[in-house]
């Protein structure tokens, strides 16, 4: 594995290159997939592993499908993007922006999105615009807003996007040596769970893989829209991320559910902060809320009776946690030992 090149040198093949497209790269992809050692076991599931997307150059499984929309916005000598953003699209796009001389706007739900993502977007220099709504109408917005001004959308309507973001089903069919039995992962627009499904399937096609994993996709309680069947006017979760109520990808999600013969359901808050918390403290891996919804969803498959012997599952990490600074100081219930520099206190506190 070659952790400095990109993904479209390094899948180049499968993906809409031509001798015009720039090969740029910030060296997204490579992500490491990581075995459980504690949570697999302790659900009956031997053959847990983790991809870690949040080792991506902004944190999130987002510069994988940027690096890609980028890239074809330069060969169409484009100046200008544009998106919509629960934070981590907006992060990706503000810095590969930065980094191939675009002006990047970002809209974001105001109020509504983590600390680390907006200090991301500040820091490389994006217009930000907040506006007094949700993402729901935050992607209205720019829908017409990249018409109007003639602006690359690059949100993952941006068919490119897609496009860049399933190399993580290559990655680990690569690692695995072949596809895994099952897929969990977390759904917000439902772009990422459309997008591996596109993978995996055209490796099988290229018999790269002999099989195709079924993709168990999880939402947020309040906001699961594809598990209601209805748009949710307004969508709650702590899980920032993916509060969204009309999924782009909707169609293509629903479509990659039910031709792996898997399955969307819902995880609540509660569910989601217990496997977040549960992923730090028994397998050192620190995600954001919503890449947690996967690791709920495998417990709750587990407690529904699901057996996962001789099966190898991945739980797609989609994001890292300290982008979210706020959720774990509110919820990992740790308080300060507050010290005088006193050798012999300390040794008595530690003792106790
Ligand atoms: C960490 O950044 O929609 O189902 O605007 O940031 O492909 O939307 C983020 C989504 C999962 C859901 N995990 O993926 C945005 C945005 C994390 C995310 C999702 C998002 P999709």
Not at 33 to 40: E, W
Not at 214 to 227: D, E, H, K, N, S
């Amino acid at each position: 594995m070659n952790g400095t090149i990109g993904v479209i040198e390094r899948y180049k093949e499968f993906l809409p290159v031509n001798a015009r497209t720039p090969m740029i790269s910030m060296g997204e992809g490579s992500t490491p997939l990581v075995k459980s050692t504690n949570i697999g076991p302790s659900v009956g599931c031997d053959n847990l592993y983790f991809k870690l997307e949040g080792c991506n150059p902004t944190g999130s499984f987002k510069d994988r499908g940027m690096v890609m929309a980028i890239a074809k916005a330069l060969e169409g000598g484009r100046k200008r993007v544009i998106c919509a953003s629960t934070g981590n699209t907006s992060a990706s796009a503000a810095a590969y922006s930065a980094r191939y001389n675009l002006q990047a706007f970002v809209v974001v739900p105001s109020g509504e999105i983590a600390l680390g993502k907006l200090a991301q977007a500040m820091a490389y220099g994006a217009r930000i615009l907040a506006v007094d709504g949700n993402f729901d109408d935050a992607l209205k917005m720019v829908r017409d807003l990249s018409t109007e001004l003639s602006i690359e959308l690059v949100n993952s309507l941006n068919p490119y996007r897609l496009e860049g973001q399933k190399t993580a089903s290559f990655e680990i069919s690569d690692a695995l040596g072949d596809a895994p039995d099952m897929i969990c992962i977390p759904v917000g627009n439902a772009g990422n769970i459309s997008a591996y499904w596109k993978g995996f399937n055209e490796y099988r096609i290229d018999e790269q893989i002999s099989k195709l994993p079924r993709m168990m996709g999880f939402q947020a309680a309040g906001a699961a829209p594809i598990v209601k069947g209805e748009p949710i006017h307004e969508p709650q979760t702590i899980a920032s991320a993916i509060r969204i109520g009309n999924p782009a990808s909707w169609d293509k999600a629903v479509a990659a559910r039910d031709e792996s013969e898997g399955d969307i359901d819902a995880v609540t808050d509660a569910e989601i902060i217990e496997a977040y918390i549960r992923l730090a403290r028994d397998e050192g891996i620190f995600c954001e809320p919503a890449s947690a919804a996967s690791v709920a969803g495998l417990i709750k498959l587990a407690a529904q009776g699901q057996q996962f012997e001789e099966m190898k599952v991945v739980c797609i990490l989609t994001g890292m946690g300290l982008k979210d600074p706020t959720t774990v100081e509110n919820h990992a219930l740790v308080e300060l030992e507050y010290v005088e520099p006193d050798v012999d206190q300390v040794a008595a506190l530690l003792s106790k």
